[in-house]
């Protein structure tokens, strides 16, 4: 009995880490709007978000040029490219990526519309490098409106409570398990090495999601999975508690293993040593009276 309950605890007791590491890391990557906010220059490459700011751009541009400026259309969409990659545009986008978080996560609403200020310096930037004559004829108080569009942003405000409240019960409740269930098992080495695979498979779990995942798989779909996998990336700071978890699991696996040897050696010292003789006597020579 008390076998079959220190086996369920530590069942119970790895599910809810695994559940409960699961919801910590989406809560320190997706959940924090800094951490999305810092990944803007990343998004600014995926080609979903780049090529309708592109466009936004160039008509904001062209709306504020003096009537009968000559644009060359391939002139104007390379300033806007340039302009996209300028650190002016980029803070702006990370603004305007802010609001987007407050839209997913947390039931706002409304437009969501780039820093006009900034958005007109980088244009002006690009613009000069491109064709100063052009940049010259864009007003000096211009401010440009870059729109995000909103009517595709998810609406997933009704998961941000339970992922943080299970990131932390589910914690607590582990750590609860595995104790009692370590307590009360008679073969410890065994939970040990028990224990170091799971931490195994969960470090290297972890790595492919958050490194694998953005970098080699979610780029391959395009369109929003390449921003989500954007965001995704912004977990790379767990890359090193990833390999902590591999390390610590290879060396408990180890450990487990070598004390269980431990304990087997000493089983077998203390075992009553069993005399052994021949039964019957050996059969003498026999000669043939023949």
């Given at each position: 009995?008390?076998?079959?309950?220190?086996?369920?605890?530590?069942?119970?007791?790895?599910?809810?880490?695994?559940?409960?590491?699961?919801a910590y890391c989406l809560e320190a990557t997706v959940l924090?709007?800094?951490?999305?906010?810092?990944?803007?220059?990343?998004?600014?490459?995926?080609?979903?978000?780049?090529?309708?700011?592109?466009?936004?751009?160039?008509?904001?541009?062209?709306?504020?040029?003096?009537?009968?400026?000559?644009?060359?259309?391939?002139?104007l969409d390379k300033a806007a490219h340039q302009a996209l990659?300028?650190?002016?545009?980029?803070?702006?986008?990370?603004?305007?990526?802010?609001?987007?978080?407050?839209?997913?996560?947390?039931?706002?609403?409304?437009?969501?519309?780039?820093?006009?200020?900034?958005?007109?310096?980088?244009?002006?930037?690009?613009?000069?490098?491109?064709?100063?004559?052009?940049?010259?004829?864009?007003?000096?108080?211009?401010?440009?409106?870059?729109?995000?569009?909103?009517?595709?942003?998810?609406?997933?405000?009704?998961?941000?409570?339970?992922?943080?409240?299970?990131?932390?019960?589910?914690?607590?409740?582990?750590?609860?398990?595995?104790?009692?269930?370590?307590?009360?098992?008679?073969?410890?080495?065994?939970?040990?090495?028990?224990?170091?695979?799971?931490?195994?498979?969960i470090g290297v779990a972890q790595l492919a999601f958050f490194?694998?995942?953005?970098?080699?798989?979610?780029?391959?779909?395009?369109?929003?999975?390449?921003?989500?996998?954007?965001?995704?990336?912004?977990?790379?700071?767990?890359?090193?508690?990833?390999?902590?978890?591999?390390?610590?699991?290879?060396?408990?696996?180890?450990?487990?293993?070598?004390?269980?040897?431990?304990?087997?050696?000493?089983?077998?010292?203390?075992?009553?040593?069993?005399?052994?003789?021949?039964?019957?006597?050996?059969?003498?020579?026999?000669?043939?009276?023949?």
């Amino acid at each position: 009995m008390q076998k079959v309950a220190s086996g369920f605890l530590l069942r119970v007791g790895l599910i809810l880490g695994c559940v409960g590491y699961a919801a910590y890391c989406l809560e320190a990557t997706v959940l924090d709007a800094h951490r999305v906010e810092g990944a803007a220059r990343e998004m600014l490459s995926a080609s979903s978000v780049k090529d309708p700011l592109v466009r936004r751009l160039e008509y904001a541009i062209a709306i504020h040029l003096p009537p009968g400026t000559p644009l060359d259309p391939a002139m104007l969409d390379k300033a806007a490219h340039q302009a996209l990659g300028k650190p002016a545009f980029v803070d702006a986008f990370s603004g305007a990526l802010l609001a987007v978080h407050q839209h997913v996560f947390s039931h706002a609403s409304g437009p969501i519309a780039l820093n006009t200020v900034m958005v007109a310096d980088a244009a002006r930037q690009a613009l000069t490098e491109v064709d100063p004559q052009v940049a010259n004829m864009l007003p000096p108080d211009a401010q440009l409106t870059v729109l995000v569009d909103t009517d595709k942003i998810p609406d997933l405000s009704r998961w941000t409570g339970p992922i943080r409240t299970t990131a932390r019960a589910a914690g607590l409740l582990a750590a609860v398990c595995l104790v009692l269930g370590f307590a009360t098992e008679k073969h410890r080495p065994r939970v040990l090495g028990r224990i170091g695979r799971w931490m195994l498979v969960i470090g290297v779990a972890q790595l492919a999601f958050f490194v694998a995942l953005p970098k080699l798989v979610l780029p391959q779909f395009g369109s929003w999975a390449e921003v989500a996998g954007s965001v995704i990336a912004t977990g790379s700071f767990l890359v090193a508690p990833a390999l902590a978890l591999i390390a610590f699991g290879i060396g408990m696996v180890l450990f487990g293993g070598r004390w269980g040897g431990v304990e087997r050696r000493q089983v077998l010292t203390v075992l009553p040593t069993v005399r052994t003789r021949r039964i019957g006597r050996p059969i003498g020579h026999w000669e043939s009276r023949v």
